[in-house]
């Protein structure tokens, strides 16, 4: 009997801890949207950053764009972590460009996937080049913890792989410290490839779509390459980044016709980031001042000021 008993009180905290995980989407969910209209993020797409001139800063210092699709369909997102400055505008510009981004792959990109495909696509698969990855990344931890944190409460389950190509001594090493820190279901979805990564990714996709950086080694994420611009997909005269600004720029018509809004400025607020998120680029930051003193490199530190806000 009392076994039985026992058995009855693991089955009801069982039942239990799937009613709060039930209750914690519940309630992601209900935040989410909160978010939503508090930023009015239906309307993003039609407040594109203007004028033309600063919308191609933040793409010159931001490099992200759409490379292709995959064998399976899926978008092929390409980041130039390395190269990537943040440098020539606002955070605020940067975060709202980040937003905009994914709510044209979840709008725009992912549906025509799905149309092309002939079945339901829901994520993308993102390729990271790591070539020019420096200490000084550490000055854009606050931007980036933002990034993701959007990203994790908003827009999860999005992305199915990461690949991390062209990675440098230095990230290697990091690697290694911040792995063990990662959940299961996120370090699982990371994939570091050697060199750029293009035999790997010739599998999975055709040479059309490979990053312009994966195309051959050494390549890296050059802002100009070698075949101009139509093939670096981190240019703003590359098509998709014509085709989305285009887009933004139509709906601002569109909703003008109806709807007087400002095109100005805009203001979107950042969630507080996760404890887990913090504590690993806390051990990222620490991890390069270690191969900084370790390697001599203590020079390149020096006015380096981590925002640690």
Known sequence: MNNAHQEAIKQFMSLMENVDDRMKGTFQLIDCLHWRIQNEIDNILAKPIIPTDLYGAVRDSQLVGLSGYSKEGLPIIAIGVGLSTFDKASVNHYVRSHIQMNEYRDRVV???ATEKSGRHISSCLKV???TGLKLSVLNQRKLLTTISTIDDLNYPEKTETYYIVNAPYIFSACWKTVKPLLQERTKGKIQVLQGCGRDE???IMDYSSLP???RKEG????RHSSNGTIDNCFSLDHTFHQQFYNYLKQQATLIETG????QGSIHVDFPEPDPQDTKIAETIECEFHRL?????LCNSLNGLKVNRD
């Open 212 to 214: 312009h950086f994966c």
């Open 201 to 203: 990714l010739l599998k």
């Open 110 to 112: 992912l549906p025509t």
């Open 128 to 130: 990271l080049d790591m």
């Open 259 to 262: 709807l007087r809004i400002k």
């Open 292 to 296: 900084a003193d370790q390697n001599g």
């Open 219 to 222: 390549s890296g994420s050059s």
